[in-house]
């Protein structure tokens, strides 16, 4: 079993910049591809950046030259550090842990994340 907890939304102001935090648990966190994903009211969900075991890292090109995930192994932890948020941004982002064998994915409960001045 591996728990998923974020942490570090709130309101911000466009042109701000935030911070998320992502703790999950298991012992061979370091193996785990983990993501970051959106949910806007009435909108799918979106991945909006993945890194691997590897830290190579990709982004949704909404985000791209703006967000930025990395990951403390030691920590368990991934992080996104969002810059330049626009109201666009607005939605609960959800963190996401592949690991290599069933279950697959786990999913956090959520943290909200308002763009708005």
């Not at 950046?49 to 368990?76: E, L, Q, W």
């Not at 842990?97 to 708005?116: D, E, I, K």
Request: hydrophobic fraction near 30%; include cysteine; glycine fraction near 8%.
């Amino acid at each position: 079993q591996v728990q998923v907890v974020e942490s570090g939304g709130g309101l911000v102001q466009p042109g701000g910049s935030l911070r998320l935090s992502c703790t999950a648990s298991g012992s061979t966190f370091r193996s785990y591809t983990m993501n970051w994903f959106r949910q806007a009211p009435g909108k799918e969900r979106e991945l909006v950046a993945t890194i691997t075991s590897s830290s190579t890292t990709h982004y949704s090109d909404s985000v791209k030259g703006r967000f930025t995930i990395s990951r403390d192994n030691a920590k368990n932890t991934v992080y996104l550090r969002m810059n330049s948020l626009k109201p666009e941004d607005t939605a609960v982002y959800y963190c996401n842990a592949q690991r290599l064998s069933a279950p697959y994915n786990y999913w956090g409960q959520g943290t909200q994340v308002t763009v708005s001045s």
